[in-house]
């Protein structure tokens, strides 16, 4: 069975201390890795998809790295707008086209 | 705004009804999936219909059920509604639902409160 773990859970920085979210994973296949933004009350918004390992991916403050084994998304000096959710899942070749998500990583950025 | 609507964004009912949830993809998409999500679960799929047929299942309830119909927009039943059924639910769509990479995109939700 698929799994994805992200850790921490929760996670609090000043504005402008960079930090990094963990998204472990086991799949029997990865066809990609998918990362999303989730603000409360909100559906999760598309961040990135990695293929294989080595590959990193880069949108204003974040970049998302995949090894064969785990993910990181690196925030390079957050702002407060970072506060979010933020989402793992991983698509398998022999799962058809579902995600598996993971528990998330709740981010507050303070001033 | 991704693009993909739901309606509605909010539906409050009690114990044993049934409730119909709506979707409309983004344009030129054929694939709708659904997703569950609830404080101890977090977000589960549930199912996906690609071009009006039946894609792939997930945890689905036997009480719920889904549909596609010609102009692509999916609605999703959920019948004898228990306490528990109480969560968002999420309609995602993506432009492929074969072997080619895709990304979903996920609407704004409906919450579901079952009283």
């Known amino acids: 069975e698929d799994q994805v773990t992200q850790s921490p859970e929760a996670l609090r920085l000043q504005e402008g201390e960079s930090s990094s979210l963990n998204c472990s994973y086991t799949?029997?296949?990865?066809?990609?890795l998918f990362w999303y933004r989730q603000d409360p009350g909100k559906g999760p918004e598309f961040l990135f998809t990695l293929y294989s390992a080595g590959e990193e991916k880069e949108k204003e403050r974040l970049k998302a790295t995949l090894t064969k084994k785990e993910s990181f998304l690196h925030i390079t000096a957050p702002k407060p707008e970072d506060s979010a959710t933020y989402l793992c899942a991983v698509q398998a070749w022999n799962a058809g086209n579902m995600l598996t998500f993971g528990g998330g990583t709740r981010l507050m950025v303070k001033p | 705004d991704s693009g993909v609507t739901q309606t509605p964004k909010h539906l409050i009912t009690a114990t044993g009804q049934r409730v119909t949830l709506r979707c409309s993809p983004r344009s030129g998409d054929l694939s709708v999936y659904w997703y569950q999500q609830s404080l101890d679960q977090g977000l589960q799929f549930l199912i996906q219909?690609?071009?009006?047929?039946?894609?792939a299942k997930g945890n689905i309830l036997e009480r719920f059920s889904a549909q596609q119909f010609p102009d692509l927009h999916s609605e999703l039943n959920l019948s004898s509604l228990e306490l528990g059924d109480s969560a968002l639910y999420f309609c995602?769509?993506?432009?492929?639902?074969?072997?080619?990479?895709?990304?979903?995109?996920f609407g704004p939700g409906t919450r579901l409160t079952v009283l």
């Open positions: 799949v029997s296949g990865l066809r990609g």
């Open positions: 995602a769509s993506s432009a492929s639902g074969g072997s080619s990479y895709n990304e979903q995109f």
């Open positions: 219909y690609y071009n009006g047929e039946e894609r």
